[in-house]
């Protein structure tokens, strides 16, 4: 019973994951109800197994109808993988208590900000070119790669809110860009994971696969329907992570 539920779960995390990131608000809570007594790590490790093959099915698919602008987004992605391993590092020897509170604040400005703005994201207008744009798209992959392997919560959403509101790409496009990023951290953090004997990966096979399956749905659904239906389910994924994180954070 407990393979059923976290496939299902990584389903519909490959699903969400694909349309604005998030994929995490379903899939790690499915696993640590499934497996209480599981550590943690061993838990987290797992998910990004699963998580990144949807992620990256989702970067192809996505590169394939949306214009991605690679000389900008593979040194981002870099730079993301290095921030990445760089925080997961970092979280070994300090604490990520203070992240703990302070996210759901953070989170509900971008809301805020996303709400108040209503023509944010709906219009594709790139703001820098060339190495200008590569190193803004750089700082921004190490800043939140950082933020990924530290901490990790609404890392999607955040890469996808930057892109929007620094670079000026509309939300399909930022989610595009997103993915590719989010190929990146997962990946360091699966280094560090793995290394350490933090994965299942007879779970890991099964629930990549329903991961992917979920992420082919939720791009398709993103490609056909365009901006407008990614900034919904963005304000819908961000104000769930916000309850998330608040009562974790202050009530749990």
């Not at 594709?124 to 939140?144: D, K, N, S, V, Y």
């Not at 309850?243 to 749990?252: E, I, N, Q």
Request: hydrophobic residues 55%.
């Amino acid at each position: 019973m407990e393979w059923i539920f976290i496939t299902l779960a990584s389903l519909l995390a490959g699903f969400v994951d694909a349309i604005v990131g998030g994929g995490g608000l379903v899939m790690v809570p499915a696993l640590f109800a499934a497996f209480p007594g599981a550590p943690p790590a061993t838990l987290l490790g797992t998910n990004k197994a699963a998580s990144v093959w949807g992620t990256a099915m989702a970067t192809w698919q996505y590169s394939r109808r949306v214009q991605v602008r690679w000389s900008a987004m593979l040194p981002a992605a870099a730079a993301g993988f290095v921030g990445s391993f760089g925080g997961a590092w970092a979280v070994t020897v300090m604490s990520a208590e203070f992240l703990r509170k302070l996210l759901p604040l953070v989170l509900l400005g971008v809301l805020a900000y996303t709400l108040a703005k209503k023509e944010l994201g709906r219009h594709h207008t790139p703001r820098f070119e060339g190495r200008a744009e590569a190193l803004a798209a750089g700082a921004i992959g190490l800043l939140i790669g950082f933020y990924d392997g530290f901490f990790g919560p609404g890392t999607g959403s955040f890469f996808v809110f930057l892109f929007v509101r620094l670079l000026g790409y509309d939300f399909l496009n930022a989610s595009a860009s997103a993915k590719l990023l989010n190929c990146a951290t997962n990946i360091a953090a699966i280094a560090l994971f793995a290394s350490k004997g933090h994965v299942w990966w007879h779970y890991a096979v099964t629930l990549a696969v329903a991961n992917v399956a979920g992420s082919l749905l939720g791009t398709h659904l993103a490609l056909k329907h365009g901006t407008g239906f990614v900034r919904g389910i963005f304000i819908v994924v961000v104000g769930t992570l916000i309850l998330k994180t608040g009562y974790d954070a202050f009530l749990r």
